[in-house]
């Protein structure tokens, strides 16, 4: 059964970073292009980040490019989302989700990160 | 960058009868290369993630029932639920993922019961 378990959330102040981290099992991790997606709270979804299988292609939604920054370590079946520079406007449930044939088939339960003052 | 429109915004569908939602895309989807229509359709449910329904606009995820189907190519796609079912009570999204990212979601609508 394929698992993705998301942690790393939290409230921090606006300029803070924080890193979210997904754990994968039940599926062969390195085969797959993984996505990042947030939803602002009361709000519908938006596709922020993915990258390829090796790591070797990531791209960003505009208003996170240059602030939030993808990787994975296929060895520890893990993903991740580097956030610097968060705005209050980054104030969601981040989920990670794997991508097959682009759709995103499986998600994880999210994670809340808050960006408050 | 695409942008995705659905109508209506929200829905109230009596149990039994046909729920039908809309997507447009403001260009098209369709992968002339392979005949595809880059496009997803998920129900989410209150304090759930979003679960996949439909891929490649018409193929139905493993383990959803066929009450559920999806239709439409180029920029304009259709979600079907034929004889609505309590448990159907949730916000759909239709979802782009043509092309290069970024991969663009609707606005959702929600769906609820009569």
């Known amino acids: 059964e394929v698992q993705l378990v998301e942690s790393g959330g939290g409230l921090v102040q606006p300029g803070e970073s924080l890193r979210l981290s997904c754990a994968a099992s039940?599926?062969?991790?390195?085969?797959?292009?993984m996505s990042w997606v947030r939803q602002a709270p009361g709000k519908g979804l938006e596709w922020v980040a993915n990258?390829?299988?090796?790591?070797?292609?990531?791209y960003y939604v505009d208003s996170v490019k240059g602030r939030f920054t993808i990787s994975r370590d296929n060895a520890k079946n893990s993903l991740y989302l580097q956030m610097d520079s968060l705005r209050v406007e980054d104030t969601a449930v981040y989920y990670c989700?794997?991508?097959?044939?682009?759709?995103?088939?499986?998600w994880g339960q999210g994670s809340l990160v808050t960006v408050s003052s | 960058d695409i942008v995705m429109t659905q109508s209506p915004d929200s829905l109230a569908v009596s149990l039994g009868e046909r729920a039908t939602i809309n997507c447009k895309s403001s260009?098209?989807?369709?992968?002339?290369?392979?005949?595809?229509?880059?496009l997803a359709w998920y129900q989410q449910k209150p304090g759930q993630p979003p679960k996949l329904l439909i891929y490649?606009?018409?193929a139905r995820e493993s383990g959803v029932p066929d009450r559920f189907s999806g239709s439409g190519s180029g920029t304009d796609f259709t979600l079907t639920i034929r004889s609505l079912q309590a448990e159907d009570v949730a916000v759909y999204y239709c979802?782009?993922?043509?092309?290069?990212?970024?991969?663009?979601f609707g606005q959702g609508t929600k769906l609820e019961l009569k």
């Open positions: 989700a794997t991508e097959a044939a682009r759709a995103l088939r499986s």
């Open positions: 039940g599926f062969i991790f390195r085969n797959y292009w």
């Open positions: 990258i390829k299988e090796d790591g070797s292609e990531k």
């Open positions: 260009q098209s989807i369709l992968y002339r290369s392979n005949s595809q229509n880059y």
């Open positions: 490649w606009a018409s």
């Open positions: 979802q782009q993922y043509y092309s290069t990212p970024p991969y663009t």
